[in-house]
């Protein structure tokens, strides 16, 4: 069965430093995709960063990037510059192109971003 | 254009009443999830439409669960006889098509609260 693992509940960072949340996966799909999404207290869902299983080089997106290592099955974002805005929920997610592509998501780490 | 939409925004009903809970896509997704997340934790897959069609349904929690699509767009997740732990926020999202790296759009979900 696919699962997501994200084993810190919460995390601070300074404004302007960076920040990496982790995120470890299983699957025995062979092809699968990573989200992360960030959920502010708004609770919205929005959207970050993707990773395909396949993809060679690393995501990124603006201050986002995805540490991806296959091997070791971990997906890890990275914030760079953090800004106070970016203190939310941040929650890493699998789809799998075998199935219905539901996302299965991890429990979710509160990022909190300090002066 | 529009973003996925979901009514009612909040929903406070008493135990043992149903509920119907309404998700408009974007218009042209064709692939169309209901999860569910309680408070404090990740999203749980509920099920997923291609089309009207809902060829996943193995998120659903029991037989008082329920959801329709009609005419690929609107989606009704209803839940009869509501119980005290069925209280969680019920989002929806959308997506163009099924493949591993299609982004779901999420709408701002539906709190139910049963007393």
């Known amino acids: 069965a696919q699962k997501i693992t994200q084993t810190q509940p919460g995390m601070f960072v300074q404004e302007k430093e960076a920040v990496t949340l982790d995120c470890t996966y299983d699957?025995?799909?062979?092809?699968?995709?990573l989200f992360w999404y960030k959920q502010p207290s708004s609770g919205e869902m929005i959207f970050l960063i993707y990773?395909?299983?396949?993809?060679?080089q690393n995501a990124t997106e603006g201050r986002y990037s995805l540490n991806f290592q296959k091997a070791r099955k971990s997906a890890n974002l990275v914030i760079s510059a953090s800004q106070l805005g970016d203190s939310a929920m941040y929650f890493c997610?699998?789809?799998?192109?075998?199935?219905?592509?539901?996302?299965?998501f991890g429990t979710g780490t509160r990022l909190q971003v300090f002066p | 254009g529009a973003g996925v939409s979901q009514s009612p925004s909040n929903k406070v009903t008493e135990k043992g009443k149903d509920v119907e809970l309404r998700c408009d896509p974007i218009s042209g997704h064709t692939a169309l999830y209901w999860y569910r997340q309680r408070l404090g934790q990740g999203l749980e897959f509920l099920i997923y439409f291609q089309g009207n069609s809902a060829p996943d349904k193995s998120g659903l929690p029991s037989d008082r669960f329920s959801a329709e699509r009609t005419g690929e767009s609107v989606s009704t997740l209803t839940i009869q006889r509501t119980q005290q732990e069925d209280s969680a926020v019920y989002l929806c999202?959308?997506?163009?098509?099924?493949?591993?790296?299609?982004?779901?759009?999420f709408g701002p979900g539906t709190r139910l609260t049963v007393l």
């Open positions: 997610a699998m789809s799998a192109s075998y199935n219905t592509d539901k996302l299965i």
């Open positions: 999202a959308s997506s163009f098509e099924t493949s591993a790296d299609n982004e779901q759009f």
């Open positions: 699957t025995s799909d062979p092809s699968y995709g």
């Open positions: 990773q395909g299983s396949y993809d060679q």
